[in-house]
């Protein structure tokens, strides 16, 4: 079993900057892709940002030049840095990891997600 774990969300300005946080624990033997994946009230999850374990990485249009997805693979941690925000980018932020566990068998997993509300 593996579980992801977010934080880092919480309110910010529009403009304002914030960084969430997601580790990967558990019987992990290598991470392929991970992903920050986004759901605002009313709306469909869609994808944030993504990232292979190369460090080639892919973002929504919404968010280029503004939101920055890293990882640690030394310890199954991705970051996104969001910067500029604005009020639409308020949702429930969710990590996503692809991942080969100890049995050599490659499952999707999910954080809990993280709210993030962008508001004066």
């Known amino acids: 079993q593996v579980q992801l774990v977010e934080s880092g969300g919480g309110l910010v300005q529009p403009g304002g900057s914030v960084r969430l946080s997601c580790v990967a624990s558990g019987s992990i033997l290598r991470i392929n892709s991970m992903a920050w994946y986004r759901q605002a009230p009313g709306s469909q999850r869609e994808l944030v940002a993504d990232?292979?374990?190369?460090?080639?990485?892919n973002y929504a249009d919404s968010v280029k030049g503004r939101f920055t997805i890293s990882r640690d693979n030394a310890k199954y941690t991705a970051f996104l840095q969001m910067n500029s925000l604005k009020p639409e980018d308020t949702a429930v932020y969710y990590c996503?990891?692809?991942?080969?566990?100890?049995?050599?068998?490659?499952?999707?997993?999910w954080g809990q997600g993280t709210r993030v509300n962008v508001s004066s």
């Open positions: 990232i292979t374990n190369g460090g080639n990485t």
């Open positions: 996503y990891a692809h991942v080969v566990n100890r049995n050599l068998l490659p499952i999707d997993y």
